[in-house]
């Protein structure tokens, strides 16, 4: 049984028609998008479903996990916040903004906080140099740009996540 | 005269509505070429505004897609939206703003060499500007402006977005197309160049979005409008992208040949604090560091103005660097982007980038000696023509003409 390809048939299809035919394995990489959508990564068992929906070998599929930063291949935060600190937003405060965020939350760059909500990483330049400091959150579901931020700014957008996960629960 | 060529929606409010885009004209060039004009027509036009490609290499457009091999069928166009340039940020604006100007312009580039389907390859972090396109590429099909027959002709054509996963490399154009076929981004052996043996193998057409959104109005206005702004070697307008310690950072759309001096503190306002500015990188992390003297502050931001400095224009990613930093601080960034950054393929980039990255790092920790300074530059000098692709020789700009430019500042970081 292949569960991507049952749970997604409409969405699959319409993303496999972009592309000609016999190019089906175009779509690759908005299957391994789709495999994260649930549980932020992509299994063993995610790879072997997409390849026999492409016609791909396994391998041919979960080399791309490792060569493409926004594929994972373990669990991870439900929200990753990816800071820039290239070199113009690094001119621009970024280091200290990672810094003094990492300290607030009690983390330490590249780690989780306990409860599993977020994590901090630091990432290359995402097109929004003018912008510093600025982070994208991604998120199985996709991913958000947050622009001109202070630690202040981005510990209310956690504030909110966490309200919205409280009143899941409840 | 309206000011703007390209960032129109700084005076056309809503230009990201078909409706207004139309009513300022948006669509007629596309459509004046594909029922009045022969393709060929269109890429001489092109050819005639002097238009060189925006993505870092200046390759003239119109001979580009006068290049397409009309032996081998199907052909395909694929805008270059990788934007992955430390210090790049002006086709997210233009995407973002002016939607449309970016959309007709594939358009009447597929037009021009017969392709009847086009990509936006999207670098992944740009997740909502690609969902943003295909609202508008909807809007397009549903008015008819794309999809069959158009205007009652027998020419048709599909736009779709593709979405990559963060790799810098992918923006290189072979590298780009491979990961488009579903593979690891990595660049290929050339030639055959892609208006040979492209996507699918098949005659394609690589240019970068703001290319592309020159294209419109060039039609409309013709080739000589466009090749008399700018200079005569890099006609045009281009979008500036201002970064680092400037007090206004920002896109900047400017003739060619605007001085640094003109940009930096007539349009960025200046350092901040008002310090002194040291140094220019004028093509992103990838440029050699340009020594901000009153000569390089005068010199006219055009191709071969910028070379005769021994640095390149690349993709105007202008990054400002003042006298609150050092010069090994700046390259532990750049090395450590190229580093991450290398695709692997080629022992010289991949080996010489993380030893660098290694040397650099005991520089700027203050624990190496001015032996260590030398081994660096010997380093990047060994990586020097010796990559498959580009990124090899960008990795090292920033390097070389740090330690030969400033050496002040190395002799001050070792023991
Ligand atoms: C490492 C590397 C990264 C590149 N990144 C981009 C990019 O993000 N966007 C782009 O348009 N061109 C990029 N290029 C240049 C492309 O290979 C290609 O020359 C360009 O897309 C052609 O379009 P143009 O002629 O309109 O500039 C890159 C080149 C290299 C070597
Ligand atoms: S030069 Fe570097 S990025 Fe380019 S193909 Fe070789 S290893 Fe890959
Ligand atoms: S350097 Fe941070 S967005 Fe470009």
């Not at chain 2, 002016?98 to 992944?124: D, H, K, M, T």
């Not at chain 2, 702004?229 to 900047?252: A, C, H, I, Q, W």
Request: glycine share 8%.
């Amino acid at each position: 049984m292949n569960k991507i390809a049952e749970k997604y048939a409409d969405e699959i299809q319409k993303i496999i028609a972009k592309y000609p035919p016999e190019e089906k394995r175009s779509a690759v990489m908005s299957l391994l998008y789709i495999a994260q959508r649930e549980d932020g990564h992509v299994s063993k068992q995610d790879i072997s479903e997409i390849a026999e929906i492409l016609e791909m070998t396994s391998t041919e599929v979960a080399t791309l996990i490792g060569f493409y930063t926004l594929y994972y291949d373990k669990p991870g935060a439900k929200y990753r916040i990816q800071i820039c600190n290239d070199l113009p937003c690094a001119l621009r405060g970024a280091d200290e903004f990672i810094t003094k965020l990492c300290e607030k939350l009690g983390i330490q760059i590249g780690e989780t906080t306990e409860d599993g909500l977020v994590s901090v990483e630091a990432v290359m330049c995402l097109a929004a140099c003018d912008k510093a400091p600025m982070f994208q959150v991604q998120t199985g579901d996709g991913l958000e740009y947050h622009e001109l931020q202070s630690v202040e700014s981005t510990m209310e957008l956690i504030e909110k996540w966490k309200a919205a996960r409280d009143s899941q629960v409840s | 005269m309206s000011k703007y060529i390209l960032l129109r929606h700084r005076e056309i409010p809503d230009i990201n509505k078909l409706d207004v885009y139309k009513k300022n004209g948006g669509f007629e060039a596309f459509r004046n070429a594909v029922t009045a004009m022969k393709p060929d027509e269109v890429t001489e036009i092109v050819k005639t505004s002097g238009l060189r490609g925006r993505g870092g290499a200046g390759f003239p457009t119109g001979l580009k897609w006068s290049f397409m091999d009309n032996n081998n069928w199907p052909h395909y166009v694929v805008a270059n939206a990788d934007e992955s340039e430390p210090g790049t940020f002006k086709d997210r604006e233009i995407m973002e703003s002016n939607p449309f100007q970016f959309l007709e312009g594939v358009a009447i580039s597929s037009y021009a060499v017969g392709a009847n389907a086009a990509y936006v390859y999207c670098r992944g972090e740009f997740w909502q500007v690609a969902h943003y396109l295909d609202e508008k590429i909807a809007e397009l099909e549903e008015a008819g402006l794309l999809g069959e027959n158009l205007f009652g002709t027998d020419y048709s054509l599909r736009i779709y977005t593709h979405l990559g996963a963060g790799a810098y490399i992918c923006g290189e154009e072979t590298a780009l197309l491979e990961s488009m076929e579903g593979k690891r981004g990595q660049p290929r052996l050339r030639p055959p160049f892609p208006p040979s043996f492209g996507l699918y193998g098949k005659p394609t057409v690589v240019n970068n979005v703001e290319t592309l959104t020159n294209v419109p109005l060039i039609i409309t206005n013709g080739g000589q409008w466009y090749k008399d702004l700018g200079t005569e070697d890099t006609t045009g307008v281009k979008v500036f992208s201002l970064s680092g310690r400037v007090k206004e950072p920002g896109n900047y759309e400017l003739p060619f040949g605007t001085t640094f001096r003109e940009l930096i503190y007539e349009h960025g306002g200046g350092i901040i604090d008002d310090r002194p500015v040291r140094a220019i990188m004028a093509a992103g992390a990838s440029s050699a560091l340009i020594v901000a003297d009153d000569k390089a502050l005068d010199t006219p931001m055009d191709y071969a103005s910028v070379r005769e400095l021994n640095a390149d224009l690349g993709s105007a990613s202008i990054i400002v660097i003042d006298d609150t930093v050092s010069i090994d601080w700046v390259l532990n960034k750049t090395v450590h982007f190229f580093k991450h950054e290398s695709c692997g393929k080629c022992t010289p980039c991949r080996e010489g980038n993380y030893w660098m990255s290694h040397i650099i790092e005991r520089i700027h920790d203050g624990e190496a000696t001015q032996n260590d300074v030398e081994l660096l530059h010997s380093v990047a000098n060994q990586i020097q023509n010796k990559c498959l692709c580009a990124l090899g020789e960008f990795s090292i700009q920033a390097v070389m003409t740090g330690i030969e430019r400033f050496p002040q500042d190395f002799e001050a970081a070792v023991k």
